[in-house]
């Protein structure tokens, strides 16, 4: 680890941030373990409308959950919903998956894992992780809960999901 390294800003700023040698800052709170208790006090509802159903299950899909907890979310976002039966948390990687769909964000705020979802008022599982393998065209939100499809589940065009602090 090279200390004492500045980043532009982060100079400008006054703030000192280490880098490792892949070039990795070390001042993510997250990745340093900084929280010791959940510091979501409280957080709006995020709400959307599926805006596309997917078919499809995958043993083996190799997603790699960032390690950090939470997202930022802003208005009219569009992002995946995948399904996952396999217990898993950020850093993990997920095999198992069902696609659920594409979900437009009817206004901004923070998801976070451990965040229950709700479709059309049904709680189908917890947020799990985030795998950022399409951004910057979408994140890829993972779900734990029952590893089914959106096709199967029935779900339907503009039905509208929750995500609900736990």
Known sequence: ?????????????????????????ESDPYRTQMFKADPYA?????????????EGEYPKRG???IPQPSRAICRHQI???IMTDQDAGP?????????????????????VVGDRVLVAGEDIGAVCGFDETHM???????????????????????????FIKK
């Open 1 to 25: 680890m090279r200390q004492g390294f500045s980043l532009p800003l982060a100079n400008c700023l006054g703030i000192k941030v280490l880098i490792n040698d892949e070039g990795v800052t």
């Open 42 to 54: 409280a957080k709006a509802v995020l709400t959307g409308k599926l805006v596309v159903i997917l």
């Open 63 to 65: 997603l790699a959950l």
């Open 79 to 81: 992002h995946e919903l």
């Open 91 to 111: 850093g993990d990687t997920v095999d198992p998956i069902a696609y659920l769909g594409f979900i437009e964000f009817s206004q901004g705020g923070v998801m």
């Open 136 to 162: 910057p065209n979408h994140l890829n939100i993972v779900v734990h809960g029952q590893r089914v499809s959106g096709q199967k589940r029935g779900l339907v065009l503009a039905q509208e999901l929750q």
